[in-house]
């Protein structure tokens, strides 16, 4: 009798070991099959993101190069360029998006195509800027002239009138620029608010054998679309000839001789703080308002 009890135990054992084998086999097959859900949901997660991110930049490239239509001719040629180039990077997206199964290769091509948008737009931008400086380049030009037409009615005018009128100084030929500052330190020119560090106002103080001479204080008021007025690195406080105090975007010390001066006063700021719209230029000398225009920045 012992034999087949003998016999019987090894069998037990044997079953014994095959379930526990089994069952870790089951166990390892149900880890593995886990991590491999963990992971390919984070994959799906990272896709989706990458598909809003690509989505966004689309509309937020299309939107910031479209809010400058209707300025100019040329400038509308520019952007029609600008659409088409966009519509094509377009279809590649979706094309990848389509046809693309490995999930992350499609996240470094989605990556890769989301800095190509970011540069196209940035070219833009520059080509933008640059156009519409030229633009406002040639009407100020043409501005000047009917400037010069009129300076000369206006001349007439004061030899007519009386001679403390015609002591009075004037400034002629205003031009005022705006631009930008550039890695190296260097000045180019913009005309778009959010990239401008610097206004420049340019002026011919004009020869007045009438006026008396010596020193004079020449002031420039620049006042922002908020109705504040722009201040430089020093605050140069004055009163104008009504008696009210103002504060001078900048002002500058001159000997009057009685001859033509040129002259520049600017606004300079190394922050990038300036809002879009029209600004007021006011040129006073000793507390006289002898010139005021607008000046527009996109």
């Known amino acids: 009798m012992a034999e087949p009890t003998k016999k019987n135990n090894n069998t037990l054992t044997l ?40 989505e966004r930049e689309l509309g937020i490239t299309t ?41 992350k290769k499609l996240s470094a091509q989605l990556k890769e195509e989301i800095a190509k948008l970011r540069k196209m737009r940035d070219e833009y931008l520059d080509k933008i800027d640059n156009l519409i400086a030229e633009n406002d380049r040639l009407k100020s030009a043409n501005d000047s002239l009917n ?14 009138g009386k001679v403390a009128t015609a002591s009075q100084l004037k400034v002629e030929y205003v031009k005022v620029n ?80 009685g001859v033509k001066q040129e002259i520049c006063l600017t606004y300079e700021n190394d922050e990038r703080i300036l809002e879009a719209g029209t600004y007021q230029i006011g040129i006073y000398l000793d507390g006289l308002m002898v010139h005021q225009s607008n000046y527009i920045l996109r």
Not at 147 to 160: F, G, I, R, T
């Open 63 to 103: 939107a910031e190069l479209e809010k400058y239509r209707g300025i100019a001719g040329n400038l509308d040629s520019l952007l029609n360029d600008a659409n088409v180039k966009i519509s094509v990077q377009e279809e590649k997206i979706k094309k990848l998006l389509a046809n693309e199964k490995d999930g």
């Open 147 to 160: 400037s010069q037409v009129v300076n000369l009615s206006e001349q007439k005018n004061l030899l007519e």
């Open 178 to 257: 705006s631009f930008k500052k550039r890695f190296n330190g260097k000045y180019t020119e913009s005309v778009l608010a959010k990239r401008t560090n610097k206004i420049e106002s340019c002026f011919t103080l004009m020869d007045n054998k009438i006026a008396s001479t010596g020193d004079k204080m020449v002031y420039l008021v620049i006042t922002a679309p908020d109705g504040k007025i722009l201040m430089s690195y020093t605050k140069s406080p004055f009163k104008d000839n009504e008696g009210n105090e103002l504060d001078a975007t900048a002002s500058l010390k001159i000997e009057y001789t």
């Open 15 to 54: 079953l014994l070991l095959l379930l526990i084998t089994s069952l870790g086999a089951n166990f390892y097959q149900w880890k593995s099959h886990n991590g491999m859900v963990i992971s390919h949901g984070n994959e799906v997660d990272s896709l989706i993101t990458m598909r809003v991110e690509v």
